[in-house]
């Protein structure tokens, strides 16, 4: 549970104003979440990855930061559940197009559960601030398929795990879907040796600067040095490699100002990302 004061900061760090749970409530409070916290593997490749417990994370939050699932979807399962919701974690894995299904750990899944008043009974929502440029909104966990803005996501049951559900992505999105296991998960250090994995020199963020939101009708992504928006028009891309212009999409595009870190540290992640991009470029010169 976070302290009023923590509650209060957090809010604001949203701009939204606090209200009683509902349904209404919490997409707000969802929207607003991956409208201005990106998610991004920023910290891990600079090799100064945070901690994800719980405190560590709200305080980063609070702090002007963001990150990856385990610190988006954890810093805000604990906001939930100060404003009133039943929110649970769950073991969850994204599954890569050209892989198979899994449920691997490496991504914390949330559920919020209350009353539905037209079904008469509660009604388990899939709730998911951590996966970049998906949902906008949450989902209800009922076999179907969704339309939020340009993206068409579908919730079916899990075939990788028993009782669990699957959120598959839009067709045109970087990643096919997600599954999620249905028991619930009590402590957030379950998933610490994963984390530490991906934060690790043999992690594919060590090399791989991205950086993602949501929007109402479409979302943001910076790879490296490739800017790309996906909206109703499909995906436009261009390379941003003027430093000045990339710290500021970062700043403007993703509200990621960087403060913590030192201008000699903002000097070498930038050296270090336009080297990958130009290694990247010489190999694949038709690319866009």
């Known amino acids: 549970m976070l302290t009023t004061q923590q509650t209060k900061d957090y809010l604001k760090r949203l701009g939204v104003e606090f209200d009683s749970p509902s349904k209404e409530f919490l997409s707000a409070l969802h929207r607003a979440h991956v409208e201005k916290l990106s998610w991004q593997t920023i910290d891990i490749f600079a090799g100064k990855p ?10 980063h939050i609070l702090n002007q930061g963001s990150s990856y699932c385990f610190h988006l979807n954890g810093a805000f399962s604990a906001l939930l559940r100060s404003l009133g919701y039943n929110v649970s974690l769950h073991r969850a894995g994204v599954q890569p197009k050209g892989k198979e299904p899994r449920v691997d750990s490496y991504h914390l899944g949330l559920t919020v559960t209350m009353p539905d008043t037209a079904l008469q009974k509660e009604q388990k ?28 996501y579908k919730i079916k049951p899990s075939d990788v795990t028993e009782n669990g559900w699957r959120l598959e992505n839009d ?15 009590e402590d957030i250090e379950e998933f610490n040796s ?18 993602q ?8 992504e910076l790879r490296g040095c490739v800017f790309s928006q996906r909206n109703r028009n499909g995906i436009q891309k261009r390379e941003i490699i003027n430093k000045k212009a990339w710290f500021e999409l970062l700043a403007d595009v993703f509200d990621e100002k960087l403060n913590r870190y030192s201008k000699l540290e903002k000097d070498e992640i930038w050296n270090q990302v336009i080297q990958i991009h130009d290694q990247w470029r010489r190999e694949n010169p038709d690319k866009e």
Request: proline content about 10%; aromatic content about 10%.
């Open 50 to 59: 945070n901690a994800i417990d719980i405190e560590t994370s709200i305080s």
């Open 125 to 152: 929502w899939l709730v998911d601030v951590g996966l970049g440029d998906m949902p906008y909104e949450p989902l209800p966990i009922i076999a179907g398929e969704y339309q939020q803005g340009p993206f068409i």
């Open 171 to 185: 067709p045109c999105a970087p990643f096919a879907g997600v599954d999620f296991a249905p028991e619930i998960v």
């Open 194 to 211: 994963k984390h530490e994995f991906l934060s690790s020199p043999d992690s594919v963020w060590r090399s791989l600067l991205l950086v």
């Open 213 to 220: 939101n949501r929007q109402q009708n479409g979302s943001n």
